[in-house]
């Protein structure tokens, strides 16, 4: 543990920049508990003790990083406080009790980053401290909105509960700047590997390598003669024999007065001039952009510039793959009705389009700028087979701008969208759409497995050695420290497009390697995040796909080959530790045992390591033989593994499951490919029902307050009967006193002309701002002219006046705004905790068969579309469905029925204030502090009332009048078929005669009539059928606005993704200089409409597990001492033991017979137990109990933590060589890890 910031400084004196920049680099998993006994006397909160510590705040800039293309800077700054000559007691005061100094700190900070910044560029603080969970982050924000208050609230709201992070220890702030110089335009699509293919592309003309340094020269005579299509120039040029090339090269050197060899961008300026054309330069060395463009001319060319030689770019579209490309944004596009240059007409689309007598087009209902707009968007130019005109056209009505190929003419109606589900264009707030049936993916056998060794002597990975194997075995081997990139190269090629690469912990491992590479190329990949991992990795240009194993098989790879009874090429152990440079050729004795690292194995695993080392005493151990059968025999067989998987999950469900990224994925493919009744499973709309009525709740808070101010009531989508729609128009607010509308204005919906250029179109609503200005303006002139009083405010207004009005801020400080019912905060999970922390005794430990594969097949779900009930509410028991409502709970219940979110966890609490602050003595608080707010399945309310719950208040209802409890019944049969049968006879059948009596048995009690032809002990099948059974129900509730990563290449790209109004930016970072990374997630309200979620069926499937785990739990009372979500320790007398069984939904014995007679926990997920038969089982979340940890957190020592809790002792643990990821560089390394256990019980 760090005790000084002298530690600290020694820390980063030893760490990479790129090491520096992960906002994880420092230990964030160490726990140093803060107790106040131990520190002198007891700090108050909500005082300040900064006194007398102003003058010895520290910022101290510890690297600062330019780059270029991004305009943007990086800096890394230490802060802390001088604590010498400080008392103790004072050194190690919490931050949290020193607002002052953290204000200072942040005022010091501010000044030093924002010195040369302008209130448009962008800026993002991330600190990072020993003892936080995770950095914190401000998020990109312009330097006009970016206040000391502002970013002080972001920090003490995380410190507020972390009373580990202390005047001493101080904290690091990573900064970036962004000049926003530049605008935006759509990202370039790239060449690949373009230096390994460009002589087979015919776009690109090869000009002769030579060491004269004349290829510049070279390149432009040859480009002007393929201009002026002059044949017998270029034959005479081609001619090398005659020197005609180099001779007319040094003669235009002389000619224009450039000195010979190597030219500048000046220099070619000059040539320019003689030549009377225009030079394009295109560089590799910034990912083939343009990087140098002389002045417009009536002729240009375009070279290529890489390594140094210059080569010819005979068609742009050609070099980028595009099949358009402008010459005036520098950008490349498929479709010229998609391009939007910044510079061009949204009419016809040219850039020198002068406004004259504006002319509407009668076919595409467009006004052109002048008769030439008009004649220019009716040409059809070039290869293209339509005019634009033919392309697009704009509906005089709602101003929307469409694609004919997306919605022809005729089938438009205004207000209309394509419903993703089921591609009809419908009213969005009106249709109601269910889940459509598709069909899975083409099967595909192009698969590459592989798997990499690397050298960790460093401390950092570099991969020196891989194999990869085709789906047919055939075998490719990199060998040395270039094999990563060779590997790369090898497999990013057109040889392999359309391919998918498969590696075991790609994500964590592997995978890293490969983007690293990528992003050193300039490529940018398309991927899907998870943390610093990466589910998949997709070459956009060649298709290529990389995907993670164990997402498909969740278990280590050394249990595989038992699932698929395969056995490995090779036994025993590689020792990883020994792959050293100086070791590539060691021929020798078997490696000491240290350098395979046994202390990280389980107890069990390392004795069985040490006696296999010990048998190899007297053998010879070849390193690079040893490394290729060890790597050779892991990629075989995952291979042969994934393939067996493969092909029993299209036996079973004619589902290629490596055409997906999970197991859940493809499970949801083999549902909706062979499964789904049609109209049975509804679309959620994004934002739920209420989209024909939506509101702001900027405009709520404006009209409240007005109303407050002025005495009067205002009706409006909150209260009386929703909004009042006047001659049509639904109006956000109106009072009737006044015969006055109230209109709130959402800038980016409404055309703000503050906010917004009129030429932009609304990315969401397919209008010019302006249009949307104009369809605003119209509304509010037919309201007044019916006689109205119309009040108007901007959203950017109202934000304003809040900053600057204290009687409105103070309003909105007290003013609560109860939210329609959200149907994803009805999803909770599975229940989890600890009841008794101590037993000795008899208990005993039961597990359900496949829990939710029951509540998938038995329970019943909702079919349909919900009626939405907003009052008027009839008894609770009238209704199915999920229920928004204030309820108040009993006092004194041992097992609480309904769950609440609380502190980051899920509670099941008797008293709102007592989850909230954490109370564990008995409840002192009133029934309005007791109560909560919340939103639950109705059934589980129905039964909290059974209990002593009262529901105080009903907010809303979504009540389903259809119901069904086959909803998944074939999907459940088919594979729990499958599983069974794959699983062979029960031991004890032996005769005929009782085989077909299993065979009636089962079919009586699950429905499923087995085939005694197919029962047969098959553990491939059998597991693909487990796999199948549980992986199907979590996608129905998979959180569809998750965070995002984007990587772009150009500036343009970079600064469009920045101004995009329907992301949220959460952070930027740069891993190269050529590329930039985004991380973002969508706006709550414009998250797009997912075609696969149905947070409804996920929401009543984790219900009836939770019900059904309580109807056990409460037949056992207070002999429960443990749970989790499908198991139950408990206290057994031999008669409350529940009946044990093999189908859906009845208890296993997890222990086999086996007793506990002592039973430890320190919480969920948190547990030791010790049986008759001498077995002693450890369970704690978080930790690694392999050898090395057990010698110190073990049954013994956490009895003895659980016992004397009052204590508040703790135990240190360290993994020394923890794998760790940088999710910006992409570098693999090892760390060491500390951890603190601690016993905090704090959830009952």
Known sequence: MFSSIAAIVKIFLNLSFADLIDCNFILQNVSRPFSPSSRGPPLIEGRDYSENLENAVILEEIIRRRNVRYNANEIIFQARVNTDGLPDTL???????????????????????????????????????????????????????????????????????????????GFTVDVITIRQDVGAGKTNTRVVNIDIDRIRKRSVITVPLSEDGLCCAKAIIYAIAHLEKDMKSINVLKDRRRQNLVNRAKALHTDAGVPLGPCTYSQIAIFEDWLDVQIVVISSDISNQVSYRGRDRSRRINLWLHNGHYDIIKTLKGFYGANNYCETCEKPFQNIEDHRCDNACHVCLRVNCVQAQPQRCGDCDRECRSAECFEAHKAISGQQEYSICDKIYQCRKCCKIILRRRCPKALHRCGTTQCPSCKQYVVAVEHKCFLQAVSAKDHSDRLIFFDFETDQTTGTHIVNFAVAQDANGLEKIFKGYNACNDFCAWLFSPTHKGFTAIAHNMKGFDGQFIMAWMLQQGTTPAVIPN??????????????????????????????????????????????????????????????????????????????????????????????????????????????????????????????????????????????SNHLKAGTIAMVPVNGYISNINYSHDAIRWMDFISSKENIAIQHALNGHGEKKINGISVDGYCEETKTIYQFHGCFYHGCTVCFDGDLINPLLCVQMSSLYEKTKSTTDKLKNLGYVVIEEWEHNFKKQIEIEHELKNFLLRHEIQDRLKPRDAFYGGRTNAVKLYFEGKAKYVDFTSLYPWVNKYCRYPVGHPKIITDQFGDLNDYFGIVKCKILPPRGLYLPVLPLRSNGKLMFPLCRICSEELIQSPCRHGDDERSFIGTWVTEEVKLAIQKGYQMLKVYEIYHFEETSDSLFHSYIDLFLKIKQESSGYPSDCKSDIEKEEYIRHYFEKEGIKLDSSNISKNPGRRQVAKLALNSFWGRWGMNINKTQLTYVHSLPAFNKTLADPTKNIKDVYLPTPEVAAIVWNSKSDLVPQDTVTKVFLAAFTTSWARLKLYSEMEKLGKAVLYHDTDSIIYESNGENDPPLGNFLGEFTDELGGDVITTFISGGPKNYAYSTEKGKTVCKVRGFTLNFRNTQRLNFETIKDLVCNMEKMETIALSEPMKITRDGKSRKVYNKEEKKLYRVIYDKR
Request: glycine residues 4%; aromatic residues 10%; contains cysteine.
């Open 91 to 169: 050194r190690k005061t919490p931050l949290k009790f020193a607002v002052k100094v953290v204000r200072q700190l942040i005022e010091l900070l501010i000044r030093r980053c924002t010195e040369d910044l302008r209130p448009s560029d962008l800026i993002r603080f991330c600190v990072q401290a020993i003892g936080l969970d995770k950095p914190i982050s401000t998020g990109i924000m312009t330097v006009s909105s970016l206040t000391v208050e502002r970013v002080v609230s972001v920090i003490m709201r995380v410190l507020q509960s972390k009373d580990k992070i202390t005047l001493e220890d």
């Open 531 to 672: 943390g610093s991992k990466v589910m998949s990795i997709t070459h956009t240009t060649l298709h290529i796909r990389v995907i993670d194993s164990f997402n498909f098989l969740p278990m280590s790879l050394s249990k595989i080959p038992g699932c698929f009874e395969l056995s490995e090429l090779k036994k025993g152990y590689f020792p990883h530790l020994f792959n050293s440079k100086e070791n590539q050729s060691y021929v020798g004795p078997y490696p000491d045992p240290k350098y395979f690292n046994p202390d990280a194995m389980s107890a069990a695993a390392r004795a069985a390591f040490l006696e296999w080392h010990k048998g190899q005493e007297g053998k010879v151990f070849n390193f690079q033989d040893e490394m290729l059968s060890y790597c050779r025999s892991d990629v075989d067989i995952l291979r042969r593994c994934c393939l067996e998987f493969r092909k029993q999950f299209i036996e079973s469900a004619n589902v290629d499951p490596f055409c997906y990224v999970t197991i859940a994925s493809a499970c949801m493919a083999a549902f909706r």
